[in-house]
């Protein structure tokens, strides 16, 4: 048993190795890129280094004001979408459905068509609902795409295991909320963290649909777009910028999970 | 602290399907009882009824003549012990067991202290401060155990509650069930589908079947003098022997002639298989069709016409397969059902 599990934890080590070494692969060239104010081919490294990327992507108070629309869609999408996935979570997870199916197929839906295209859909709805181009309408579009992956990810921690929990917790005298903060949140930790962290990635990713619904509202990824072709030093400063967030999610999240297991 | 039990005519259809029909239960105050039946009778859904966790159809339960209609689980005075032991994996040990008083209020250092001295009472005195994942399923079944009896209930519940122990320490967890009934002399409704662990925990014992009590006795009448077939069957007195009884003679429908008591007419008689002996003079022929050495006796299935039989023998016997032998049915151990059962348990 003993034996198992070092072997266990050793090839766990090995995977988060492997990551980290894949994951820093590709951020090498992408840090290279950023601060490299002159670099002409065919040299391997920069002729100049500096900060000229980051100089031109903050020039003017675009990119900041990108920065905080996406930090305040993603975080506002994450919320909502963990609220309302939590019911359907808990009522699909606890198979008290006879026909699932056709529930699933409708959740992935929005996941099989185009993201632009359910965006220039939405837009029709949203011009005319006055919605177009405001924060909630991004949420709303977002949710498109965060629910599906909320739902999905929050099922797997509803069941009859967590059901009898909270069954106990009741006849033990626990009040809803007593239950909610003593029981069911503990016992989801790891399942609330991953699925937070998903539907965070997913708004703060989202470009089709946010270049529909609000082009006059940049979020980060529909300014960094831009400049990939026309300047890709301001491209990998923005990039940075973009990763940053999601990479702090990672690493709260992961910490989660490893103090819920 | 203890009151009285009383379940009158209780109907429980979860989903529309009735799960229990009318169910009568009574259980007095400070007594043990024990539901007995097979999986599927209804005894978690009528402990979850009593429990506050069902919905209650038609009928009433009563707890120390309290009507418990209406009455949110945790306001009962009831506890529950579930089959597993359902504790919160982030808590320490003393933290679960004191749960409800948490729930309740109770301030943190009088939540330890009686977390400490319930601990001490189910044998797991040093394990306060572990968390509850290293424990085995033993130690966690009395740590729910603990958390259940924290409250003082007027009424505890236990489901099968040593289901999910491993089976060298069951009889651990059994003795301590009952020393701790014994010494609360709290109102204890257990509920189990192995009829041995019935028999040797309850003071009253009662059979469920198909959503019914069938009969509610002590343990001894249930074995030896069963209502109907359905009951015997149950508990083991496989023998049945349907008759007319003449002058003190079953004349047995398949043929054969026992000796009995009892008045003249239409009888059904029941035996428990350890009552049947061996005699070659007796009157009650038949054919061994499977003699199996079942470690502490001998296992005979017989047969005789269309008449089974089944005799638990002294380890030491030796009869051949298809060998011809004779029975004896002691008049003493010979139970006659009730007639006005007879007919019912006929077509079942």
Known sequence: MLLVTSARERLGGAAAAAVTAAVGLLLVPLLVRAFADAWRAPALLPQRWGLRGFDVAFADGQTPAALVTSLAVAATSTACGLVLAWPAARVLGERRMRHPAAVFLLLAMPLLVAPYAVGVGLSEWFVRLDLSGTLPGLVLAHLTFVLPYAVLLLLSGFGPQLRGVEEMGRAAGLSPWQRLRWVTVPALRSTLAAAGLLCFLVSWSQYGTSLAIAPTRPTLPVLLLPFIGSDPQVAAALSLLFLAPAMLALAVAVRAIRSAT | ?348
């Open chain 2, 1 to 348: 602290m203890s009151a009285t039990l009383h379940c009158r005519g209780v109907v429980v259809a979860p989903g529309g399907t009735p799960v229990l029909r009318s169910v009568d239960l009574e259980v007095s105050a400070g007594q043990r009882a024990v539901l007995v039946g097979p999986s599927g009778a209804g005894k978690t859904t009528l402990l979850r009824a009593i429990a506050g966790l069902e919905h209650v159809r038609e009928g009433t339960v009563e707890l120390g003549g309290r009507r418990l209609a209406g009455i949110p689980p945790h306001r009962r005075r009831v506890s529950v012990v579930f089959q597993e032991p359902r504790l919160l994996p982030h808590l320490r040990v003393e933290d679960n067991v004191a749960l409800p008083l948490r729930a309740a209020g109770v301030g943190r250092r009088e939540r330890r202290a009686r977390a400490a001295t319930l601990l001490d009472e189910v044998g797991l005195a040093g394990l306060a401060g572990r968390t509850v994942r290293g424990l085995s399923g033993g130690e966690q079944q009395r740590v729910a155990l603990a958390r259940a009896l924290c409250t003082d209930p007027e009424l505890l519940l236990l489901d099968e509650p040593l289901a999910a122990v491993d089976p060298n320490r069951r009889e651990a967890l059994r003795r301590l069930i009952v020393r701790l009934q014994q010494e609360r002399r709290v109102t204890t409704l257990i509920i189990t589908h192995d009829r041995v662990e019935a028999a040797e925990l309850a003071d009253t014992l009662a059979l469920m079947l198909e959503g019914r009590v069938v009969q509610q006795d002590e343990p001894r009448e249930l074995f030896e003098r069963p209502r109907s077939a359905a009951v015997a069957r149950f508990f083991g007195a496989t023998n049945v022997l349907r008759g007319t009884v003449r002058a003190g003679l079953l004349h047995v429908d398949g043929g054969g002639c026992v000796a009995v008591d009892g008045p003249d007419g239409l009888a059904t008689y029941i035996i428990r298989p350890e009552a049947v002996r061996l005699d070659d003079e007796g009157g009650f022929g038949a054919r061994v069709t499977e003699a199996a050495y079942a470690g502490t006796f001998v296992r005979l299935t017989l047969i005789r016409g269309r008449q089974r039989l089944e005799a638990h023998l002294p380890a030491g016997t030796t009869v051949a397969f298809g060998e011809e032998v004779g029975l004896c049915f002691p008049a003493d151990r010979l139970w006659r059902l009730p007639d006005d059962e007879a007919p019912v348990s006929a077509g079942s």
